[in-house]
């Protein structure tokens, strides 16, 4: 399945630049082969890139080789190998993304309860990932719909964010 990354990378960069908090330094959580975060980076944004699969972090560092720096002195993106549910960050980011199907790696609840916990209320951020609704919750049964699925899966969004009230799916 092929993304249209240049202008989900586009429409991210008018997203952040367009923050009510300035936003310069983006985390991408779950980057895979880097195409969001050199993207983000070409826009002169500062990126720290992380993913738990050091072979697509590795890809993800070769990219580097054909892109031309944006004017200025930003530095390329920073690429860690780390999980989502237990990232550490060195530095404090002004924005989070996290594109395409990357929650969905996460299969465990916790891990991704964990995720969200850190987000939210450790880094202060506020996401939605909605087409990880479509895809969620791989921890389904067999006799449980997808509706289901992405209901339950909502519900865990929302438990996971308790800043917000709301009642959960039906």
């Known amino acids: 399945w092929d993304a249209d990354y240049p202008a989900r990378a586009a ?9 009510r ?20 980076f070409r826009q002169g944004f500062r990126v720290i890139a992380a993913d738990s699969s050091g072979e697509m972090l590795t890809e993800a560092v070769r990219k580097g080789d054909d892109v031309n720096p944006p004017p200025g002195d930003v530095p390329p993106p920073l690429f860690i190998c780390q999980s989502m549910p237990r ?20 299969t465990r609840e ?3 309860r964990e995720t969200f916990r850190r987000v939210f209320d450790e880094w202060g951020f506020d996401l939605v990932k909605l087409d990880f609704l479509y ?8 006799t449980e719909s997808r509706a ?11 438990r996971s964010e308790e800043r917000r009230a709301g009642k959960e799916c039906r």
């Open 11 to 19: 429409f991210l960069g008018t997203l952040l630049r367009e923050s």
């Open 21 to 40: 908090v300035p936003v310069r330094t983006v985390l991408d959580l779950g980057c895979g082969t880097g195409t969001i975060a050199w993207a983000l």
């Open 87 to 106: 990232l550490k960050l060195a530095a404090p980011v002004d924005g989070v993304v996290s594109t395409l199907d990357s929650l969905n790696y996460l």
């Open 110 to 112: 916790r891990d991704l």
């Open 135 to 142: 895809g969620a919750a791989p921890f389904g049964t067999e």
């Open 148 to 158: 289901a699925r992405m209901c339950r899966a909502m519900n865990i969004l929302r």
